[in-house]
């Protein structure tokens, strides 16, 4: 599973639209860095997957940047984190 991203997992139906909506809206809502259960037996520091995104970096950093921009900035970091 070392070499698979977040996005291979999502592919293989191991993470489910759902699973990626709340680990998005609890990111969102407490950015506190650290390990969090995305799925079952699936685990990512969001804030670090984060802060390895350079797009979404920017756009968090952006004032006024819209909700659903952010959202789907920290979705897309998420999915392209590599599983651990």
């Known amino acids: 599973m070392a070499?698979?991203?977040l996005g291979d997992l999502y592919k293989a139906k191991r993470l489910?639209?759902?699973d990626l909506t709340a680990a998005v809206a609890g990111y969102l809502a407490d950015?506190?860095?650290g390990q969090s259960e995305i799925a079952e037996g699936v685990r990512l520091d969001i804030g670090a997957a984060?802060?390895?995104?350079p797009y979404a970096?920017?756009?968090l950093a952006r004032e006024g940047?819209?909700?659903a921009q952010r959202r789907?900035?920290?979705r897309t970091a998420i999915l392209l984190a590599k599983a651990g």
């Open 31 to 33: 950015p506190t860095p």
């Open 3 to 5: 070499d698979q991203t």
């Open 65 to 67: 940047a819209p909700e």
């Open 50 to 53: 984060v802060l390895e995104s």
């Open 16 to 18: 489910t639209d759902d």
């Open 57 to 59: 970096t920017e756009i």
């Open 72 to 74: 789907m900035a920290v």
